[in-house]
């Protein structure tokens, strides 16, 4: 897809909550892996359709976070999709390296299962290594 | 999986917001499509991995909504996954037919492209259909 989308349309779609919030889910484009779940504000949208790189709002630094930006594990845009009630956003991503804090490709790396949690997926870079010593 | 699990484990990792909620995603397990995200409670979370069959909480109604009690549209579980944070539920899941109200598979059938908003999903079963005339 382009890089460069007016966001106006698909900002008079969403639902904003009492906060100025959509949830955001990340998914890999290709392999359909839902890598992680965020929150966007209406510029952290409006950035993301119109640079291609992927920009959340970090509720706990009460900034735009434009993902990868430390840790160097970025989120190129591919397609952006709204829900049927406008409250939650499909972001459709080509991920660099991990989308986890952790060093792991995805956040949902730990399952509910008869023997307790299990992890399911492996740490693939040592987060010291993403955020530095 | 089986559809007895012990919910403990699960509901001890979960960050449950100030509404005693946490977001969850469904997403179908094979295919890997994200059908929609919808909310859960304690409740609903424990009944879903008792029965394996989804239940969210609903937010309009205020009460437990077992999915496809009305429409039929079904969702069987296949794997439940938490987040790093605690925060958001990946329910993997056997869908029958469609997930969104609408008579689409997914709820998030609408992209935003450069010739603006997009529909990328097709209804497949008429609403009148799934909740009766």
Known sequence: MSAQIDPAA????????ADGLVAAIAQQHD???VLMMAWMNRDA?????????VCYWSRSRGKLWRKGES???????VDLRVDCDGDTLL????????????GRRTCFYTAARPEGLVEVAPVLVPPEQLYGA
Not at 10 to 17: E, N, T
Not at 93 to 101: L, S
């Open 10 to 17: 698909l900002l008079s779609r969403i639902s904003f909550d």
């Open 31 to 33: 392999s359909g892996e």
């Open 45 to 53: 949208v409006a950035e993301t359709l119109t640079t291609g790189q």
């Open 71 to 77: 840790s160097g594990q970025r989120q190129r845009l």
């Open 91 to 102: 972001v459709l991503v080509d991920q660099d390296g991990v989308a986890c804090h952790t």
